[in-house]
Structure formats: structure tokens, C-alpha cells
């Protein structure tokens, strides 16, 4: 079973320009996340996804990150622009239901410059 | 805070040893999770354990909740080179129905 896919892997931008990070879940999973993981940090969740509605994305900045789940399957995180502080790694996570075990992809390590 | 707290934060041991993590936490949960995260990868699903139940096995794994001390250990046996990485726990809470990770823990062990 192929697991939780994302890309890029590794982004390295200039302050004030767009990025977008995709994910890509495990099949036949409803529940779709985006974390934020700091460095010496654990993951913070960004946004939670049950099918194609955003049900839990009190902890994104709407000022400048937004996401997307079309069709209920992929999705697709945006910052624009990107500051200095958005420097992290960004984990996609997918499970069958909220209560149950999340399965992790590799994550995207952002470096805004 | 309603993230788990792990305790110690850094742990170094020698190989073949075992090592047991503390994590703490603050509010109802529906059950908690532990995850494995190696240097630069993603995290890695370890064992969840639910509210009613007290121990649970996996390989050389064993974790144990005590719900009435908010509570829950992880513990690694035979440890091996290759157990080297961050460990974190993480309580699914009432409430926000999120999981609460805490900062994990890093565990060293030595060849």
C-alpha cells in the first residue's frame, strides 16, 4: 500500500514570493492534515480536512496561507508571500477517521531567504 | 496546554539496553499515540492506546496509560542503533478532537 506522497520534498525561496506544497493520502482516506513542524518542535496542525471541507482550520493564518481539497483526495497548501518565519517543515498526514492513527508523508523543509 | 509532555527530553543508552519515555498530559482523551521520527523523515506511527485499555505490545515495544494520572510510558526493549530518533507522544483530546503532539524525545543509543 503506497503511503501519504508530498512534493516537493525540499523548497528554497525568497522572502515574499508564493510557494504550494501538495499531498497526495492513502486511498480510501476521508480525513486529510497539514502540520507545521519547527525545529526541536513537535507537529502543530494547520488545517484538517474530512473529505473536501476544511472542518478544523482555526490554527491557519489566513492572512497568507491558504488549501485546498478538491475532489476530496489530493490537496494543496499555499503561502503567498512567504516570510522568513514560515521556515519549517510542512507534514501531510492522512487517516480513515479523526480518532483513528494518522499516517505521515515525508514532509516538504521550507527555506525562505 | 493540552499537549503531551515528554519526559526525559534527551536520552542516551547503550545498545541492547532499555529505554522508557514518560508523557504527560493535561485533559480528557479519547486515546494516545506515540510516533517515531528519524533525523530529516517524516513521523512514523509507534502504537495507539485508548482510553479503557492499560497496555498495549508491539514487537519490542510496550506502552502503558493511566488515565486517573493523565499518564502514559513508552518503553523500548533490546534497544538497537537503529531506535535512534525523536519520540513523541500524542494525546487525541476532547474537545479540540485534535492530536496534541508534545516536543518529542530524543533518544540516542549508543553501538
Known amino acids: ?3 501519504v506522497v508530498q512534493s516537493p520534498r525540499y523548497k528554497i525561496i525568497e522572502k515574499k514570493q508564493p510557494v504550494a506544497f501538495w499531498c497526495n493520502p492513502i486511498s480510501g482516506h476521508n480525513t486529510l492534515y497539514w502540520y507545521l513542524q519547527n525545529l526541536g518542535q513537535g507537529p502543530e496542525l494547520l488545517i484538517r480536512y474530512e473529505n473536501e471541507e476544511a472542518v478544523d482550520d482555526s490554527q491557519l493564518p489566513k492572512d ?3 488549501a485546498e481539497r478538491l475532489k476530496g483526495v489530493d490537496s494543496t497548501l499555499k503561502i503567498q508571500p512567504a516570510e522568513l518565519g514560515d521556515s519549517a517543515v510542512y507534514l501531510c498526514a492522512s487517516s480513515l477517521d479523526q480518532k483513528e492513527t494518522q499516517y505521515f508523508g515525508p514532509g516538504t523543509r521550507l527555506l525562505v531567504l | 496546554s493540552q499537549q503531551g509532555e515528554e519526559d526525559p527530553q534527551a536520552l542516551s543508552i547503550q545498545e541492547g539496553e532499555n529505554a522508557t519515555m514518560n ?5 480528557s482523551i479519547n486515546n494516545l499515540q506515540w510516533y517515531r521520527q528519524n533525523s530529516g523523515r517524516g513521523l512514523v506511527h509507534l502504537i495507539l492506546i485508548r ?3 492499560r497496555e498495549k505490545h508491539s514487537g519490542r515495544l510496550r506502552v502503558t496509560l493511566d488515565t486517573s494520572k493523565k ?3 513508552l518503553l523500548i526493549t533490546a534497544s538497537r542503533a537503529a531506535d535512534t530518533a525523536s519520540y513523541f507522544c500524542a494525546p487525541f483530546c476532547y474537545g479540540s478532537n485534535r492530536l496534541a503532539f508534545g516536543k518529542g524525545n530524543q533518544v540516542v543509543v549508543i553501538p
Open chain 1, 64 to 66: 497568507r496561507f491558504s
Open chain 1, 1 to 3: 500500500e503506497a503511503g
Open chain 2, 23 to 27: 508523557c504527560s498530559y493535561k485533559t
Open chain 2, 51 to 53: 482510553s479503557n485499555e
Open chain 2, 71 to 73: 499518564s502514559s510510558s
